[in-house]
């Protein structure tokens, strides 16, 4: 099958269709020579140009066809057995092929025979790839870090009988035999607040070992999978079990019991959301389930919580993802279109424009490197860099996904009134980049992560001691070293206001001042590596216009010459 080819003829419409968005990404490819091995880097360039290319063509026509025809519940057959079924689009499920089976997104960090690779590969090829996927496609994602995240949880904390008889499947690559994963959390009064859960959980009689698991689960995306994490209360006596945070336990609940039949539990209904069609979320009733705990009893939240941050961690990738794929549409348009007798990108309102949207979208890139490199030395037994992960994952869920959703709202305005059309990209891009900012923890909730990070795990010595370090391996002009110097101890001072007693109101710009702190240095560090400029004035402008105070009434015109070498080469 040949490769689309994006129209870059002069019709006054530019459309990138079918462009490689691998291929046509200098700045990813720089990247991945800084944080992977040159000989993992040369393995995995043409699966990435594969799926560039997928990504820019083919897969983008299966999420635009998915995205228009969500899945269906079908309650019963048509002779009337109950079926509880998900009925998926066909181009959705050529998009779990291409996702689960062909480049094992959900299985990377658990196999070690993944894409011809022997060995296991670090947690950023796993994100790379994600990153090029979700610029076609968000809404499957979710279930693929489902997936991920439900496995690594079920390692870590499971008993050995539960990892032998579900890891199988739930690492396989052959879609007939896998078992994808889902987290039903949720309730209408415990949202965020799950101390409040009201779902139980009492003994099978019937099964030594079982629960029985009864209550209404709110908000359960990908409501057929085959195994789901679910939080519920410990009631064995029948009197509604330990108030609070410390009653509550983690179960694995499967879908299907071992004579075949369905397990005791119905979707209700599927949600009409704003964003992620293609997509099933739906809501859970749970009649006397049979589920198996998982780790210790009473510490459900602590344990879901490693699943929760590593989705908030997948957050913030499919955030950076989308970013670059509205940043990448937007310069593609500027660069091909003429008006007034001018490209846009000539212009120089247009010009301030674009480079207020590729900012952010190159922090969210730069975040996503630092935090997956993070988790990669935790994983390996680094005490330093668990903690350092910890603070680094709720940054990246809170301000990326901020980022994205208005980086992907002024990047439609660049296509003028063809981007509000539903056949573009650009609608799509904007639907779903609301969601991250909600779901697995909205704004707030994750800010205050951030301040819990810093006060139970001394997690700011860890990120400022990581900063030191960069800027001490890397060379740079006395005035910068001095500015970002500066900047991280005005950090660490709010963080420190923020963490006091009756100083969680000063959360949310604490969060926003250690993430651009972080994205400024590493930035300066990867220039250095990479041998090039570009990120080099990234760092300065996230300095500029992110951490340094401004007049909003100055006159002053901003100097140009960098910012457009910046718009020209990237």
């Known amino acids: 099958m040949s490769t689309p080819q994006p129209e870059t003829a002069s019709h006054p419409v530019p459309d990138q269709h079918g462009v490689n968005l691998y291929t046509t990404d200098p700045g990813l490819r720089a990247l991945l020579q800084v944080y992977l091995p040159p000989e993992l880097v040369t393995h995995l360039t ?86 090029l996927f979700v610029q076609a496609e968000f809404g499957l994602c979710c279930p693929v870090s489902m997936t991920d995240s439900l496995t ?15 890891l199988p499947s739930l690492t396989s690559l052959d879609m007939d035999e896998l078992s994808q994963g889902a987290m039903f959390m949720t309730e209408q009064a415990a949202g965020s607040d799950i101390a409040v859960t009201e779902t139980t959980a009492r003994p099978d009689p019937e099964h030594p070992g079982a629960w029985l698991l009864t209550g209404d689960k709110w908000f359960c995306s990908n409501p057929d999978a085959a195994l789901a994490m679910v939080l519920a209360r410990v009631d064995e006596d029948g009197q509604g079990g330990q108030p609070g945070l410390k009653g509550v336990s983690l179960f694995l609940l499967p879908r299907d019991l071992d004579d075949g039949a369905h397990n005791h539990y119905r979707i209700i209904r ?9 997509m099933a979320s739906g809501e859970i009733r749970l009649e006397g389930a049979r589920a198996w705990l998982v780790g210790e009893q009473g510490r459900g939240f602590v344990q879901m919580a490693d699943m929760v941050n590593n989705s908030r961690l997948s957050n913030g990738v499919r955030a950076a993802g989308l970013m ?121 909730i994750v800010a205050l992560d951030v301040i819990r990070a810093i006060r139970r795990e001394d997690s700011l010595t860890a990120l400022m001691a990581h900063l030191e370090q960069l800027l001490a391996e890397t060379k740079l002009d006395g005035a910068l070293h001095a500015s970002l110097q500066d900047v991280m101890a005005g950090a660490v001072t709010l963080a420190q206001a923020a963490v006091a007693d009756g100083g969680e109101a000063l959360a949310r710009r604490a969060a926003s001042a250690l993430y651009h702190t972080t994205t400024a240095v590493a930035m300066a560090w990867e220039s250095a590596r990479i041998g090039t400029p570009e990120r080099l004035h990234l760092a300065q402008l996230v300095l500029q216009h992110r951490l340094l105070p401004a007049d909003p009434l100055a006159a002053e015109h901003e100097s140009s010459t960098q910012a457009e070498n910046l718009l020209l080469d990237l």
Not at 152 to 163: D, H, I, N, W
Not at 270 to 278: A, E, M, Y
Not at 404 to 432: F, H, N, Q, S
């Open 270 to 278: 599927l949600k009409d959301k704003l964003g992620t069609r293609s």
């Open 152 to 166: 690594r949880t079920l390692k870590k904390f499971g008993t050995p009988e539960l990892v032998q008889r579900y």
């Open 324 to 444: 670059r794929r509205a940043v990448s549409e937007a310069f593609f348009i500027a660069r091909n279109r003429e008006a007034f007798g001018k490209k846009l990108i000539d212009l120089p309102l247009m010009r301030r424009q674009l480079l207020k949207l590729l900012l952010p979208s190159e922090q969210a890139r730069t975040m996503v490197f630092q935090t997956a490199e993070a988790l990669r030395r935790a994983d390996a037994g680094d005490a330093n860099a668990l903690r350092l992960a910890r603070i680094l994952t709720p940054l990246i869920k809170f301000r990326a996904c901020r980022d994205a959703r208005k980086v992907t709202g002024d990047a439609m305005e660049v296509r003028g009134g063809c981007g509000y059309i539903e056949e573009w990209t650009d609608p799509r891009l904007v639907r779903d980049a609301h969601l991250g900012s909600i779901w697995e923890g909205t704004s707030n």
């Open 46 to 131: 043409p699966h990435l140009e594969r799926l560039g290319a997928l990504a820019g063509g083919t897969l983008d026509d299966l999420a635009n066809t998915a995205d228009k025809n969500p899945p269906e519940l079908q309650v019963r057959s048509r002779s009337g057995r109950d079926e509880q079924k998900v009925i998926k689009h066909p181009a959705y499920v050529e998009m779990e092929r291409l996702a689960f089976g062909e480049y094992a997104l959900a299985a990377i960090s658990h196999r070690q025979d993944v894409l011809g690779w022997q060995g296991q590969m670090p947690s950023i090829a796993k994100y790379a790839l994600t990153y």
